[in-house]
């Protein structure tokens, strides 16, 4: 593909995975339209196609492989960019097996505007993926809008350091390392001066914010000094790990004005042979009591969580053990995943390997609890008033917005009401909303 010096090109992002990819794909959008780039819709026909790749299961990175060789076909002529995780775990598989132009992993992505410039005018690149070593800078990237969006996510760490047995990210995030407080202080500033009410704090493992620096300088004390930012009304947090949550953390959390009552809690099991298996560091009776903390607090908390079933070795009695946990604990949403091999980690090995169709009934009946005890929650809101930051405009001037304690809620309004935070009162339930006026 030859520069032609007088045209804009234009590029299309396909993103694939979790929040962090997709603040990822915010910032190198904004890399790419300050380098001159015209950056259109992901089913347009494009210039320049960059697909930010996933590799949490091997379905992801088969879509991945999938998405890179689609925009081929979409666009012939196109250059097609594989950027992320997918990228950093199999590099050689993604030159065999698909027509990446450039391929990136998960480090560089500040570096695109430059690689894809170099490209269209035909400098050789000679990029290989790096390894990573055993202490990282964090890649500092930049957002100040967010793309047909109401809440900004902000990427305030990368990284993991727990190696859960299942879980090939540490090996394509790397060791955890925290953004320097005051970039993220800065960007939250830009976000709220750009109308945006909200933000989710997100990375690979944020619980260990700060962890690594020598200052003391941990999570809470990032969310009180973004507390104090004009214009920003709520603070969310991105998933989290039990053991984050304490009496003193609780106490500070929920002192301030502007954190949202929902904590994304991961679980993966309710028995406590089956999360020594995964290596999960905690026990169910340590999770109880951090349920009960943040309950203390916050009594109208929205807990959510995800749940693997079919991990290798689980018996009937570890998975019915979960079932009897997930109905102590009354969580408001839960996310079901069937246990899925990923070489290169420990449960990859482990014995015996659970039938797909013992995963699929065991899944079915989870998630059938979890809808139960979902609608149970909801109900416990009906006749009351709440908070809801509208985020979409459905139709007929049905508008749709989430609560503080992340549940949806639909409002009928005349007037335009996207990005504001009205008190509606809760009248009934429909499906998975709350049906409000």
Not at 104 to 110: A, F, L, R, S
Request: charged content about 30%; glycine content about 6%; proline content about 2%.
């Amino acid at each position: 593909m030859n520069k032609d010096t007088n045209k804009v090109y234009t590029v299309s992002f396909i993103t694939l995975g979790c929040k962090v990819n997709q603040f990822e794909t915010e910032a190198m959008t904004e890399i790419l339209e300050n380098d001159g780039f015209t950056v259109l819709p992901p089913n347009e026909v494009s210039d320049i196609y960059i697909i930010n790749t996933c590799a949490v299961t091997k379905e992801s990175e088969r879509k991945s492989r999938q998405f890179i060789n689609k925009a081929k076909r979409i666009n012939p002529d196109a250059l097609v960019v594989a950027v992320g995780c997918s990228v950093q775990l199999n590099s050689e598989k993604i030159n065999k097996e698909t027509v990446a132009d450039i391929i990136i992993g998960t480090k560089h992505k500040g570096n695109i505007g430059k690689l894809i410039k170099n490209k269209l005018n035909d400098v050789s690149l000679n990029y290989k993926i790096d390894n990573f070593q055993g202490r990282e800078n964090f890649e500092e990237l930049k957002i100040s809008t967010v793309h047909d969006k109401t809440r900004a996510n902000i990427k305030i760490q990368d990284g993991c350091s727990q190696f859960c047995s299942y879980c090939i990210i540490p090996y394509v995030r790397g060791p955890i390392r925290s953004r320097n407080h005051e970039d993220i202080i800065e960007e939250v500033k830009r976000i709220a001066e750009n109308g945006y009410k909200e933000i989710v704090l997100n990375g690979i493992h944020i619980s260990s914010y700060g962890k690594e620096l020598k200052e003391k300088y941990y999570l809470i004390d990032l969310i009180e000094d973004i507390n104090k930012i004009e214009g920003i009304e709520r603070i969310r947090l991105g998933s989290i790990e039990p053991n984050l949550i304490t009496e003193d953390f609780m106490k500070r959390y929920a002192a301030l004005n502007k954190t949202c009552d929902h904590f994304h809690l991961s679980l993966q099991s309710g028995s406590d042979n089956v999360l020594k298996r995964m290596n999960r560091r905690y026990t169910r009776e340590e999770y109880k009591k951090n349920v009960e903390e943040i309950r203390k607090f916050l009594p109208d908390a929205g807990i959510t969580t995800d749940i693997i079933v079919g991990f290798p070795g689980e018996s009937d009695e570890e998975f019915n053990e979960t079932l009897e946990f997930v109905k102590k604990i009354r969580f408001s949403r839960i996310h079901v995943f069937k246990y899925s091999i990923r070489e290169g980690t420990k449960a990859a090995e482990m014995k015996p390997q659970v039938d797909q169709s013992v995963k699929s009934q065991r899944s079915k009946l989870l998630i059938e609890l979890g809808e139960s005890i979902s609608n149970e929650f909801m109900k416990e809101f009906i006749g009351r008033e709440l908070s809801v930051l509208i985020e979409t405009k459905k139709d007929n001037n049905i508008y749709e917005g989430y609560t503080t304690n992340y549940l949806k809620v639909l409002l009928k309004s005349d007037i335009n009401v996207k990005n504001e935070i009205i008190n509606v009162h809760i009248k009934g339930i429909w499906n998975d909303y709350l049906l409000s006026e």
